[in-house]
């Protein structure tokens, strides 16, 4: 049904649209050819150990070249894409590359590391998901430890049942499940507790307030430190941008980041050699490194 209601909404243009929806109203049609034609490509942003300088997992990001506008942000698209039901096909194109991009570093020896990839929050209803997810591994053949899903807060908000199962499922495959802009939703407690998570990434607004621990952002990154020790769950500080930001981190004992401080999102060329190469990576970015705990 939402489907059937985002085709409606988009196939009307008004006269009285203004520019900003004109543009959601011209970039919505174009999205149903971007597959085709081609327009979509994947980056691959490194997940980095402080003290290691290693990458056990990197996020793929979605990329969109439109013929006429250029680069589209995913932060414009994928909205575009969630309400007009394009987004499982959109998915599912970013799955299968991101498996035959595994498939094709296996088969050339290239070291294991994991990819990320971001689910909205809708998959976590549809009935065949976890089927389509089998499939696709099995067509690649690739293991289920080399992937990882990263998933909002909202997704856990419906069906809360159901999707507990759907992650279960997903965690007995080997699939690493991380919770991603964590802080931002309702951030309950309850879900760190309820759900198999394997890590939650602090999101980036958190650590951009923490050099002047604007609204107590210093003790809140620790608390959810703390606890998901506790709780035997991997912290990730999402965009990491400052020496700074990185050096709280490392006192708060957050050990693995994300951001522009280490590498922006770059090509699946780059991001092999980037992981080869961890020597300039280790401890140069922080003066005082704590001893390893
Ligand atoms: P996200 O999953 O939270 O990804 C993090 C975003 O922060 C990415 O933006 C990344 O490029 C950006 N970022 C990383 N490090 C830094 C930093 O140091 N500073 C700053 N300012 N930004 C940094 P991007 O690639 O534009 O993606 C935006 C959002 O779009 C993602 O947020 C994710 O929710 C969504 N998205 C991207 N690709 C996909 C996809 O394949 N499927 C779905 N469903 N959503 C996607
Ligand atoms: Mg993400
Ligand atoms: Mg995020
Ligand atoms: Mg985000």
Request: glycine residues 4%; charged residues 20%; proline residues 4%.
């Given at each position: 049904?939402?489907?059937?209601?985002?085709?409606?909404?988009?196939?009307?243009?008004?006269?009285?649209?203004?520019?900003?929806?004109?543009?959601?109203?011209?970039?919505?049609?174009?999205?149903?050819?971007?597959?085709d034609?081609?327009?979509?490509?994947?980056?691959?942003?490194?997940?980095?150990?402080?003290?290691?300088?290693?990458?056990?997992?990197?996020?793929?990001?979605?990329?969109?070249?439109?013929?006429?506008?250029?680069?589209?942000?995913?932060?414009?698209?994928?909205?575009?894409?969630?309400?007009?039901?394009?987004?499982?096909?959109?998915?599912?194109?970013?799955?299968?590359?991101?498996c035959?991009?595994?498939?094709?570093?296996?088969?050339?020896?290239?070291?294991?590391?994991?990819?990320a990839?971001?689910?909205?929050?809708?998959?976590f209803?549809?009935?065949?998901?976890?089927?389509?997810?089998?499939?696709?591994?099995?067509?690649?053949?690739?293991?289920?430890?080399?992937?990882?899903?990263?998933?909002?807060?909202?997704?856990?908000?419906?069906n809360?049942?159901?999707?507990?199962?759907?992650?279960k499922?997903?965690?007995?495959?080997?699939?690493?499940?991380?919770?991603?802009?964590?802080?931002?939703?309702?951030?309950?407690?309850?879900?760190?507790?309820?759900?198999?998570?394997?890590?939650?990434?602090?999101?980036?607004?958190?650590?951009?307030?923490?050099p002047?621990?604007?609204?107590?952002?210093?003790?809140?990154?620790?608390?959810?430190?703390?606890?998901?020790?506790?709780l035997?769950?991997?912290?990730?500080?999402?965009?990491?941008e400052?020496?700074?930001?990185?050096?709280?981190?490392?006192e708060?004992?957050?050990?693995?980041?994300?951001?522009?401080i280490y590498s922006?999102?770059?090509?699946?060329?780059?991001?092999?050699?980037?992981?080869?190469?961890?020597?300039?990576?280790?401890?140069?970015?922080?003066?005082?490194?704590?001893?390893?705990s």
């Open positions: 049904r939402a489907k059937e209601q985002g085709k409606n909404k988009y196939n009307v243009f008004h006269s009285g649209m203004n520019i900003q929806s004109y543009r959601s109203f011209l970039l919505q049609n174009d999205l149903r050819k971007a597959i034609n081609n327009e979509f490509f994947l980056v691959y942003q490194p997940k980095v150990n402080i003290h290691s300088g290693q990458v056990k997992s990197a996020e793929a990001l979605l990329r969109w070249k439109h013929p006429v506008w250029g680069l589209i942000p995913p932060n414009e698209f994928i909205p575009l894409a969630e309400e007009s039901g394009l987004i499982f096909e959109i998915d599912q194109w970013v799955f299968k590359n991101v035959k991009q595994i498939q094709t570093w296996n088969n050339n020896q290239v070291e294991y590391i994991r990819i990839v971001n689910l909205s929050a809708k998959h209803v549809e009935k065949n998901f976890i089927q389509n997810i089998i499939q696709v591994i099995d067509e690649f053949q690739i293991e289920t430890m080399q992937l990882e899903f990263e998933i909002t807060e909202t997704a856990l908000l419906a809360e049942e159901s999707i507990k199962q759907t992650l499922q997903i965690k007995e495959l080997g699939i690493h499940i991380s919770l991603d802009d964590y802080g931002t939703g309702y951030s309950s407690i309850i879900y760190l507790r309820n759900f198999p998570l394997d890590s939650i990434k602090i999101d980036q607004s958190y650590i951009n307030d923490l002047n621990n604007m609204n107590n952002s210093v003790e809140i990154v620790e608390s959810i430190i703390n606890l998901a020790k506790k035997n769950i991997t912290v990730i500080a999402e965009g990491v400052t020496v700074e930001q990185l050096e709280i981190l490392n708060l004992q957050c050990k693995e980041v994300q951001g522009y922006p999102p770059i090509s699946s060329e780059n991001l092999v050699e980037y992981v080869q190469n961890d020597d300039s990576k280790i401890l140069t970015k922080i003066n005082d490194p704590k001893p390893l």
